[in-house]
């Protein structure tokens, strides 16, 4: 039996002797023993504390008159043993802590409610269950509905599309977003169950993905073959043609991705910041393999007279990257990737962590980190 087990079967005995005597201590006591076990990051006998502690409470209808209010904080529990949940990768256990806090707290606690039911789509999703997923937007608007549930129901739809492979389909989702964004955004400044924020992240996201297309492009074009050229003619031909080519891609993709920014969301930022970042440093290495022809001049001309073409720029990138997300603690998966490619690009003035400080500087990360402190 797991040390969480022994705590529920020793406890709930107990919380049921003080409902029926009225002993409201218990109930006080085991709501403080599970969140001094979550600031301890003893994640899985909180969560199971927080459990006992909701069911003992909506088992009771009076709950919310007992006296001291033992019950006042039955919401609370219920939503951080979902994030528990969730986070320790208990998805059963964590959905039906979504259903209920639904079922008990929809019109309450209207926002934190859709904030978890939006956390169960995305659950399902990673699982791939994206039936379910569907059931579960189905079942949210029919209970509320409004511009800004409209542009983050499209939004969740589309992702759903996509993991299903159906590319036309979620394009299709991603422009309505987009179509809404623009047509009522002048509207959607009144207070609302669903935060503005979320609302640009969504809108965020689908311009990363409406992106995407035309980074692919760019990464797709090849570099100049020019093994065995020996004519300076056959070199100029093949290097301008794919340096025009390479920058008029790279000039619609980062326009594409930098929509994004405008919208607030600092994990896409992050995002776009990485790619552009990365584009610009496919540019520097592409143009640092190009082979030297008899008349140097032309080097010089297709590289526009720059010494590396690209490489300030995917520095720049790549350092706004890594310094956003270390200011608002966002998308550390894409830091250290931006990490990575600075010191691909300058391993001089970008030496990687372990060189300087050895393994040891990079703890292991705890493998169940809820919301909010991980990504």
Not at 22 to 34: G, K, N, Q, V, Y
Request: some cysteine; proline content about 5%.
């Amino acid at each position: 039996m797991t040390r969480a087990a022994v705590v529920v079967v020793l406890l709930a005995p107990a919380l049921a002797a003080a409902q029926a005597d009225d002993e409201t201590p218990s109930l006080t006591w085991a709501l403080e023993r599970a969140r001094s076990l979550d600031a301890q990051v003893d994640y899985e006998p909180a969560a199971e504390l927080y459990e006992v502690y909701a069911d003992a409470c909506l088992a009771t209808p009076t709950a919310a008159l007992e006296r001291g209010a033992p019950c006042a904080h039955t919401g609370e529990a219920l939503g951080r043993a979902f994030e528990l949940r969730r986070a320790l990768g208990h998805s059963a256990r964590a959905a039906t802590n979504a259903a209920r806090f639904r079922e008990h707290f929809l019109y309450a606690e209207p926002r934190r409610a859709l904030e978890i039911a939006y956390g169960v789509v995305q659950l399902h999703v990673e699982a791939g269950r994206t039936d379910e997923a569907l059931a579960l937007l189905d079942a949210l608007d029919e209970t509320a509905a409004g511009p800004r549930q409209a542009i983050v129901t499209d939004g969740l739809r589309a992702t759903i599309a996509a993991a299903r492979g159906e590319a036309g389909l979620a394009a299709h989702r991603w422009r309505r977003v987009e179509r809404r964004w623009q047509a009522e955004r002048a509207a959607l400044e009144a207070e609302g169950p669903i935060p503005l924020e979320w609302v640009r992240a969504t809108v965020a996201e689908g311009r990363l993905a409406r992106a995407r297309p035309a980074v692919e492009r760019y990464f797709a074009t090849r570099a100049p073959h020019l093994r065995g050229v020996r004519s300076d003619a056959v070199w100029w031909t093949r290097v301008s043609s794919w340096a025009t080519r390479s920058r008029r891609r790279l000039v619609l993709a980062r326009l594409a991705l930098e929509q994004v920014y405008e919208l607030g969301s600092v994990r896409h930022s992050v995002i776009a910041a990485a790619t552009i970042g990365e584009m610009y440093g496919r540019q520097a290495e592409v143009h640092g393999s190009l082979s030297i022809p008899a008349d140097e001049a032309l080097l010089a001309l297709a590289r526009d007279g720059e010494h590396r073409p690209g490489y300030v720029e995917a520095r720049s990138h790549l350092e706004v990257c890594v310094a956003w997300a270390a200011r608002d603690g966002v998308a550390p998966a894409w830091a250290e990737r931006c990490a990575a490619r600075l010191h691909a690009l300058d391993p001089e003035a970008f030496p990687d962590a372990a060189e300087l400080h050895g393994s040891a500087a990079l703890p292991a990360l705890s493998p169940a980190l809820p919301p909010g402190i991980e990504e």
